[in-house]
């Protein structure tokens, strides 16, 4: 599976980038069979509920220079990649998870459905706030994650065209009138200025225009 497939499918990704490169082993976990067999029971986002996606292959390139972890090659995720469909912490949010060493991305399979429905309100926020607690909780004994408070650097919204960082220098407010905006939106623009066009901050505009790269599937 190549991942332009599953933005066709799900239009936008949510990536929380680790602070550091993960063995790919510390991201599952097991249920055992007295039989001997296994079965792969959670992620650090959540259940899985079916863990037959297979691997991605990762076909987006960043435009501008590096890529993922500073690598020279301008990937947008190095390593290996592969997916599985789960359920977030709320209990109302699946998701198809994809795994690379440099942390998770999911693409939420509710995309789109949040669309002019009040009683959703927020629910891009919830969902995103219990998942980033549920990662650190996952890896709360690792030593990184001791000194820093958190393994999540940041936060990634991104599309086929565009990536936005959401890091420490956007505070709570602005991150939860953003994730507000995005829930309701579409994934149709190829900028970043089409896109925000309807939110009404400026201010948070050119903050987020400043934390934008754009992304091509020519490594060129």
């Not at 990536?15 to 079965?39: C, D, M, P, V």
């Not at 001791?146 to 990536?163: A, F, G, M, Q």
């Not at 905006?181 to 201010?203: M, S, V």
Request: some cysteine.
């Amino acid at each position: 599976m190549k991942k332009s497939e599953l933005y066709c499918q799900y239009r936008y990704a949510i990536k929380f980038e680790n602070i550091k490169w993960t063995a790919y082993k510390r991201y599952l976990k097991w249920q055992y069979y007295e039989s001997g067999l296994r079965t792969l029971k959670e992620l650090p986002v959540g259940k899985v509920t079916n863990d037959s996606l297979g691997a991605v292959d990762n076909d987006f390139y960043y435009t501008d220079g590096l890529g993922d972890f500073g690598s020279a090659n301008r990937i947008t995720d190095g390593g290996s990649s592969r997916a599985f469909e789960v359920c977030l912490d709320d209990g109302n949010t699946k998701a198809v998870c994809v795994t690379h060493e440099s942390g998770l991305e999911l693409f939420l399979l509710a995309a789109g459905t949040f669309i002019g429905l009040e009683a959703a309100k927020y629910t891009l926020t919830r969902a995103l706030e219990l998942t980033e607690k549920r990662i650190n909780h996952w890896f709360k004994d690792d030593e990184e994650f001791s000194r820093d408070n958190s393994y999540i650097n940041r936060i990634l919204v991104r599309t086929p065209y565009w990536e936005i960082s959401i890091d420490g220098e956007l505070g709570k407010e602005d991150r939860d009138t953003l994730f507000n905006f995005l829930e309701k939106q579409e994934f149709t623009k190829e900028t970043i200025e089409e896109h925000l066009a309807e939110l009404n901050d400026e201010p948070l505009k050119e903050k987020i225009a400043s934390k934008t790269r754009y992304v091509s599937r020519e490594n060129s």
